[in-house]
């Protein structure tokens, strides 16, 4: 049996007068055609973001989490006097990896990804560099961006699979909107 554009099943022997006006058709095992994409071809497109969120969650583990980390705890356990160090740090790396297009179509979701894209990209080009193994404020540079795109990623909701990665970046976008709101609270005085 075949299905022409219209819907209408039609019987085999009729085939080569209509061949032109029929859908393609697959034979499943039974010997029937059917017009149904296979399940493997139905699914893959619903799975591909998950694929691309696990791609992503893997590198940012690779290159983000233990800088992020080593800079959250740091925080906590820092002075008065040096958070505000860490406010300016965190700051200039939030402002530096803003995007420089102002187009309204694009979502709040791809912004924030193409910002944890800038950062993540400062942090693998710093580690390239690897000249300040013992230059703590280049290693503070370095952490800084790595939560700051950790915080991104976050508010990008690409650790929704991850709750461990969920919970980091939620302490991420936490610790930026503190630095940020500092420091729009600095420039105002």
């Known amino acids: ?10 019987p085999i022997a009729i085939f080569p007068l209509l061949s032109t006006r029929i859908i393609p058709a697959r ?4 010997g029937f055609f059917h017009f149904a ?4 071809e139905a699914v893959a497109p619903m799975f591909n973001w998950f694929n691309s969120d696990r791609q992503t969650i893997r590198q940012d583990r690779r290159y983000l989490e233990a800088r992020a980390r080593r800079l959250l705890q740091s925080y906590l356990t820092s002075s008065d006097e040096q958070k505000q160090r860490y406010y300016q740090v ?5 402002a530096a990896c803003q995007p420089g297009v102002s187009d309204p179509s694009l979502e ?7 910002s944890a894209e800038a950062a993540t990209n400062v942090v693998k080009s710093r580690i390239r560099q690897a000249r300040y193994e013992n230059d ?16 991104y990623r976050r508010a990008a909701a690409a650790y929704t699979a991850d ?5 980091l970046g939620t302490a991420a976008v936490h610790l930026v909107t503190i630095a940020n709101s500092f420091m729009g609270a600095e420039s105002e005085r």
Do not use: H
Request: hydrophobic letters at 50%; a positive charge.
């Open 37 to 40: 994409p296979t399940a493997r």
């Open 27 to 30: 034979r499943n095992f039974s």
């Open 136 to 151: 703590q404020l280049a290693i503070l540079i370095t952490d800084a961006y790595a939560t700051v795109a950790i915080a």
């Open 90 to 94: 965190i700051a200039g790396a939030a």
């Open 1 to 10: 049996m075949f299905v022409n554009t219209e819907g209408v099943i039609l």
């Open 163 to 167: 709750k461990e990665m969920e919970r």
């Open 108 to 114: 709040n979701e791809k912004l924030a990804n193409r």
